[in-house]
């Protein structure tokens, strides 16, 4: 199986702040990496597919990058709803696996 | 817009059988990989395998000898069967679709059922 992990696990931050997480995974990928958010109790959101596709209706203050093992979520100007867990997400091979989650909490 | 619902029983004994539909409504159940997601109290997610409307499936091995999923396209129904429960199959249990081409990520996710292993 690719195991996907992603860092920081947590971060304090404040909103208006620029947030970056990374995700790695255990063998080259390509570009076949997507991110979701997380709010308490609810399912799942993609945000962003093929490591860089922004997801039609999410806020372009989203984006991703990277391609092969490394991969990164950059927020920009954090909001009160971002406030949230991110999880990466690998659907270049089955078993399809998911990075632990990197929760954001306000600072 | 599409729009997927979980239902079934809540409370499962040990070693029982958890049995799931998801139903799919704004759109048709065929050209998509149709999954399902669990997500145990406080932790992350496990993909535990897919059904495409051909019945064709893809289960994670980790629960492959236990998994059945079922496809009803009279219905637009989709189903989980998880056999010999135990207190670690308790879970948020998520459907979700899948693209089956292009890069196979998942765009639309039901609200979720939490599914209790207890005697």
């Known amino acids: 199986d690719i195991q996907m992990t992603q860092s920081p696990s947590s971060l304090s931050t404040s909103v208006g702040d620029r947030v970056t997480i990374t995700c790695r995974a255990t063998?080259?990928?390509?570009?076949?990496l997507n991110w979701y958010q997380q709010k308490s109790g609810t399912a799942p959101k993609l945000l962003i597919y093929a490591a860089s596709i922004l997801q039609s209706g999410v806020p372009s203050r989203f984006s991703g990058s990277g391609s092969g093992t490394d991969f990164t979520l950059t927020i920009t100007s954090l909001q009160p709803e971002d406030f949230a867990t991110y999880y990466c997400q690998q659907s270049y091979s089955s078993p399809y696996t998911f990075g632990q989650g990197t929760k954001l909490e306000i600072k | 817009q599409v729009q997927l619902q979980e239902s079934g029983p809540r409370l499962v004994k040990p070693s029982e059988t958890l049995s799931l539909t998801c139903t799919v409504s704004?759109?048709?159940?065929?050209?998509?990989?149709w999954t399902w997601i669990r997500q145990p109290p406080g932790k992350g997610l496990e993909w535990i395998g897919y059904?495409?409307?051909?019945?064709?499936?893809n289960y994670n091995p980790s629960l492959k000898s236990r998994v059945t999923m079922s496809v009803d396209t009279s219905k637009n129904q989709f189903s989980l069967k998880v056999s010999s429960v135990t207190a670690a199959d308790t879970a948020v249990y998520y459907c979700?679709?899948?693209?089956?081409?292009?890069?196979?990520?998942?765009?639309?996710w039901g609200q979720g059922t939490q599914v209790t292993v207890s005697s």
């Open positions: 704004g759109g048709s159940i065929s050209d998509y990989y």
């Open positions: 979700a679709r899948q693209y089956s081409s292009g890069w196979y990520h998942f765009d639309f």
């Open positions: 059904i495409y409307d051909s019945g064709n499936n």
């Open positions: 063998q080259r990928i390509s570009g076949y």
